[in-house]
């Protein structure tokens, strides 16, 4: 289902790293929805579902402004051999390895992906004067920082988990590329993303599948507050991004931090159920708690969540059940 990639006269050509991810293809579908052509990477790892990926994939797929290309980061000569000489206006890495207890567990799989992935992206980018480079970053650079809500310049140099000391690793290559070579850049770091086709391995996701499914869902400690941001604000604030010019480094929450005990009321009315809940003692790789302060991404960007909490779960409820028959076998 591949189609051409070479520039349509009038439409944009914009990389998206990531593209089978939840953020990734969201991006990428927005992208096609105004009139650009995206070319899509991925690896299709097994960090979490690859049915999920390949659904989100599928869609993406229907399109003729749309080209997949399967391959690893990691191998620099790949990104050359596989993109070619297209004119390509941006390159939008959303590319990781996620998962904060994963990378406990496995840190060097985290540092190969996150760090090597973007210092060859980064390569790329250079080798191919592309002049718009934004990276997906995330909140969890901030580590236990007790100054709420927290601001891009709050302290992020204290990670708690490897996942988070490999994101930090690739801010700091990416602000290294803009001053070596004049690549305007834009890191955006993500609080607590959901909804529909969210990834299995985050809470909301495996609250919904296990309030439905009448299985028991596992909370750490009293699950703390987060800062959950709804899919299509962040995928807007993403192409907002693509604007700006020089170095940036701009939060993207929802300012809004709800209590994930209350979160699991809201999906317990969803679904008219009572959740079975079993508490464990609070991972110490995890944040205490998330809280953006946005007010540099609503200057710069005119951005603003649109999307509530409660309306945000409704819809990401609503398409676990339309995709039950399915969905319901994905653990994370």
């Given at each position: 289902?591949?189609?051409?990639?070479?520039?349509?006269?009038?439409?944009?050509?914009?990389?998206?790293?990531?593209?089978?991810?939840?953020?990734?293809?969201?991006?990428?579908?927005?992208?096609?929805?105004r009139?650009?052509?995206?070319?899509?990477?991925?690896?299709?790892?097994?960090?979490?579902s690859?049915?999920?990926?390949?659904?989100?994939?599928?869609?993406?797929?229907?399109?003729?402004?749309?080209?997949?290309?399967?391959?690893?980061?990691?191998?620099?000569?790949?990104?050359?051999n596989?993109?070619?000489?297209?004119?390509?206006?941006?390159?939008?890495?959303?590319?990781?390895?996620?998962?904060?207890?994963?990378?406990?567990?496995?840190?060097?799989?985290?540092?190969?992906?996150?760090?090597?992935?973007?210092?060859?992206?980064?390569?790329?980018?250079?080798?191919?004067?592309?002049?718009?480079?934004?990276l997906?970053?995330?909140?969890?650079?901030?580590?236990?920082?007790e100054?709420?809500?927290?601001?891009?310049?709050?302290?992020?140099?204290?990670?708690?988990?490897?996942?988070?000391?490999?994101?930090?690793?690739?801010?700091?290559?990416?602000?290294?590329?803009?001053?070596?070579?004049?690549?305007?850049?834009?890191?955006?770091?993500?609080?607590?993303?959901?909804?529909?086709?969210?990834?299995?391995?985050?809470?909301?996701?495996?609250?919904?599948?296990?309030?439905?499914?009448?299985?028991?869902?596992?909370?750490?400690?009293d699950?703390?507050?987060?800062?959950?941001?709804?899919?299509?604000?962040?995928?807007?604030?993403?192409?907002?991004?693509?604007?700006?010019?020089?170095?940036?480094?701009?939060?993207?929450?929802?300012?809004?931090?709800?209590?994930v005990?209350?979160?699991?009321?809201?999906?317990?009315?969803?679904?008219?159920?009572?959740?079975?809940?079993?508490?464990?003692?609070?991972?110490?790789?995890?944040?205490?708690?998330?809280?953006?302060?946005?007010?540099?991404?609503?200057?710069?960007?005119?951005?603003?969540?649109?999307?509530?909490?409660?309306?945000?779960?409704?819809?990401?409820?609503?398409?676990?059940?339309?995709?039950?028959?399915?969905?319901?076998?994905?653990?994370?």
């Amino acid at each position: 289902m591949a189609v051409s990639i070479l520039k349509v006269r009038g439409m944009e050509l914009y990389l998206v790293t990531g593209v089978a991810g939840f953020i990734g293809s969201r991006v990428a579908s927005m992208i096609i929805e105004r009139g650009d052509q995206v070319i899509g990477i991925d690896n299709m790892n097994d960090s979490y579902s690859i049915e999920i990926k390949k659904h989100r994939l599928v869609t993406l797929l229907a399109h003729d402004a749309f080209t997949f290309k399967q391959m690893d980061l990691s191998d620099l000569n790949s990104l050359d051999n596989h993109i070619g000489s297209n004119e390509i206006s941006a390159a939008v890495h959303l590319a990781a390895r996620a998962g904060v207890r994963q990378s406990v567990i496995n840190p060097s799989l985290y540092l190969e992906s996150n760090v090597i992935g973007t210092l060859n992206v980064l390569e790329f980018v250079r080798r191919k004067n592309i002049p718009k480079y934004v990276l997906a970053s995330t909140s969890s650079v901030y580590g236990k920082n007790e100054s709420q809500p927290v601001k891009e310049t709050g302290e992020s140099s204290f990670a708690l988990s490897p996942y988070a000391a490999s994101k930090k690793a690739a801010e700091v290559l990416t602000h290294t590329y803009h001053h070596l070579y004049g690549i305007n850049a834009s890191i955006l770091r993500f609080f607590t993303v959901y909804g529909p086709q969210g990834r299995p391995d985050m809470s909301i996701f495996k609250f919904i599948r296990a309030i439905v499914e009448g299985e028991a869902l596992t909370l750490f400690g009293d699950g703390g507050e987060r800062d959950f941001t709804y899919i299509d604000d962040t995928a807007i604030g993403v192409l907002k991004s693509l604007e700006l010019q020089g170095f940036n480094i701009i939060n993207l929450g929802s300012d809004s931090p709800v209590a994930v005990l209350d979160v699991i009321s809201m999906i317990e009315e969803c679904a008219g159920q009572v959740a079975s809940v079993t508490v464990h003692e609070r991972d110490p790789s995890d944040v205490p708690s998330t809280w953006a302060d946005i007010s540099k991404a609503r200057e710069l960007l005119g951005w603003n969540p649109e999307v509530s909490i409660r309306e945000g779960i409704k819809e990401t409820y609503d398409w676990y059940v339309n995709n039950r028959d399915w969905a319901k076998r994905i653990t994370g």
